[in-house]
Nanobody, 123 residues
Framework: QVQLVESGGGLVQAGGSLRLSCAASGRTFSSYAMGWFRQAPGKEREFVAAVSWSGDSTYYADSVKGRFTISREDAKNTVYLQMNSLKPEDTAVYCC????????????????WGQGTQVTVSS
């Protein structure tokens, strides 16, 4: 069992930055690939970014490539999402998730989910 708790969301002006953190419980954090997804009101949940089990590979949605950076720190059981050059369309609830196996861009492949943290970008 893995419990995930996100933090770092908030209100920011367009062009600003935020760093989201996701802290995981348990001693098997390194066994999971980690991902970030987001869901805006009235929209489907969408993939944002993922980092592989080893941390050697990262994956991004086209909409955030070049602006967002995902990283993991296994010693702290934490995954981060650094978000720069934020746009109003980035406004959403951001959730982190853990996957033992599978395609990291697909939400149904993930085994555990956090509750989410709200990110609001004003224009």
């Amino acid at each position: 069992q893995v419990q995930l708790v996100e933090s770092g969301g908030g209100l920011v002006q367009a062009g600003g930055s935020l760093r989201l953190s996701c802290a995981a419980s348990g001693r098997t954090f390194s066994s999971y690939a980690m991902g970030w997804f987001r869901q805006a009101p009235g929209k489907e949940r969408e993939f944002v970014a993922a980092v592989s089990w080893s941390g050697d590979s990262t994956y991004y949605a086209d909409s955030v490539k070049g602006r967002f950076t995902i990283s993991r720190e296994d010693a702290k059981n934490t995954v981060y999402l650094q978000m720069n050059s934020l746009k109003p369309e980035d406004t959403a609830v951001y959730c982190c998730a853990a996957a033992m196996y599978g395609s990291l861009r697909i939400s149904s492949e993930y085994d555990y989910w956090g509750q989410g943290t709200q990110v609001t970008v004003s224009s």
